[in-house]
């Protein structure tokens, strides 16, 4: 999927590398292959292809990852017109 892309610069993908214990769990769940370990560390290396589904703030077990759901989750979008935007959700994140 590393053709995949919404638009560019708006994904609210956020790591903080700090937290990070290098589990490689956000590497493993990630349909679009966003991260990539090196090292012990995770790393972004394709921001843009983040359509902040949720599943990997959901796994990380250190809470390193931030995403919110946006205009990157075409089914959060279908959801704010169906339910408005208070009821949607993007993948099941509650984040
Ligand atoms: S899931 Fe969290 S702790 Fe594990 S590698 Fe990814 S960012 Fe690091
Ligand atoms: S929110 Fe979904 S698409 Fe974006 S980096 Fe996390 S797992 Fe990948």
């Known amino acids: ?15 903080e590398p700090e937290a990070c214990v290098g589990c490689g769990m956000c ?3 990630c ?3 966003v991260f990539i370990l090196e090292g012990k560390k995770a790393v972004i290396r394709d ?8 599943a990997c ?3 990380c077990p250190t809470d390193a990852i931030r995403v919110t759901p946006g205009v990157g989750c075409a089914s959060y979008i279908i959801q704010t017109w169906i339910k408005g ?10 984040t």
């Open 57 to 59: 703030a959901l796994n």
């Open 31 to 33: 349909p679009h292959g």
């Open 47 to 54: 921001l843009d292809g983040c359509m902040e589904c949720g």
């Open 27 to 29: 590497e493993n769940v």
């Open 85 to 94: 935007r208070e009821a949607a959700a993007c993948g099941g994140a509650d």
């Open 1 to 15: 999927m590393d053709d995949f892309r919404y638009l560019s610069g708006v994904t609210t993908l956020q790591l």
